[in-house]
């Protein structure tokens, strides 16, 4: 098993040093593992060179008939570590997006579901589900970024909308602009780390096709990127999912509510050896379900103010 492993995951990461690494174990030790396997079967399986790592045919073929057995028996192993109990589900979530969107709405699943138990465990950025891990997460991304070995399905998040100060709304109501979207481009453009480019692919689908925004403070967390537009440091562009609350309070309003939605959201992700868990395939559906009821209601709404 040990050699099996070591021959997947080089292949999954491309590097022998980064498997070492994802198996806790030294480069040498995933060299003479690799090794041994082709010893056994009298076969070359990878090719090294100093800056290249490539499959044979024979290890393609090999990976091919071995990935799913394996994930069988990853399967069988944590359900039997766990208990084997099919009724609890680990789970990892983006912790703005578990705080402010699905930690209300869980007491809907609970009812509905009463034996599921759902256990929240840390939040990794790069998850690669590998070791200790949950049995599923929901990250923050585009579709098509993760390996395609992996279950992805869109949750929520791609609807997106420029939140402001009422004050400043009104300031420049009274100074007869944000006549349209260009106009924000004379504002200082607040901004999340992770996605600097957000702002000119709302602008050009709001009808400015050859913007090009200057932005001014970037933040890496959701929670204080909203906090610096509640004390006016300027505007945002946020997940309309995000600062429902603050919307519908007056904290914070939307200029420009359009339905436009850009390629990065909340995906539920999880390994292929995942994929006969119960209790995930429940919440699956329950959270899809929940999603798209609400990702619906939120493009009505911005289309009806457009």
């Not at 003479?32 to 990878?46: C, D, K, P, Q, S």
């Amino acid at each position: 098993m040990s050699e099996l492993h070591a021959f997947v995951t080089v292949v999954r990461v491309g590097s022998f040093t980064r498997a070492a690494e994802e198996l806790c174990v030294t480069q040498a030790a995933v060299s003479r593992a690799i090794n041994r396997l082709e010893f056994h079967f009298g076969r070359v399986l990878l090719r090294r060179s100093a800056h290249h790592l490539t499959i044979t045919p024979a290890g393609t073929a090999f990976l091919e008939a071995i990935r799913g057995p394996l994930a069988a028996i990853e399967e069988a192993s944590a359900m039997l570590m766990s208990g084997g109990d099919k009724s609890r589900l680990t789970l990892s979530v983006v912790p703005t997006l578990a705080s402010v969107w699905l930690l209300p709405r869980l007491p809907m699943f609970s009812q509905r579901h009463p034996r599921i138990e759902i256990v929240f465990s840390p939040y990794r950025r790069d998850e690669d589900f590998a070791g200790p891990a949950p049995d599923a997460a929901i990250l923050t991304g585009s579709a098509g970024e993760w390996p395609g070995s992996w279950d992805c399905d869109y949750v929520i998040g791609k609807e997106m909308v420029p939140v402001a100060h009422p004050a400043r709304l009104r300031q420049r109501h009274a100074e007869g602009k944000w006549a349209n979207p260009a106009e924000l481009m004379g504002e200082p453009l607040l901004y999340h780390t992770s996605a600097p480019n957000r702002w000119q692919l709302w602008l050009r689908e709001g009808g400015v096709p050859d913007a090009a925004p200057k932005l001014a403070s970037g933040f890496d967390h959701v929670s204080i990127l909203i906090q610096a537009v509640k004390t006016d440091m300027g505007v945002a562009l946020l997940q309309r999912c995000l600062v429902q609350e603050e919307l519908a309070s007056g904290q914070l309003v939307a200029p420009f509510d359009l339905p436009i939605s850009l390629p990065k959201g909340y995906f539920l992700c999880a390994p292929a050896q995942r994929r006969g868990h119960p209790a995930l395939a429940v919440f699956r559906q329950w959270l899809l379900e929940t999603a798209e009821a609400e990702r619906a209601l939120l493009m009505q709404n911005a289309a009806a103010a457009a």
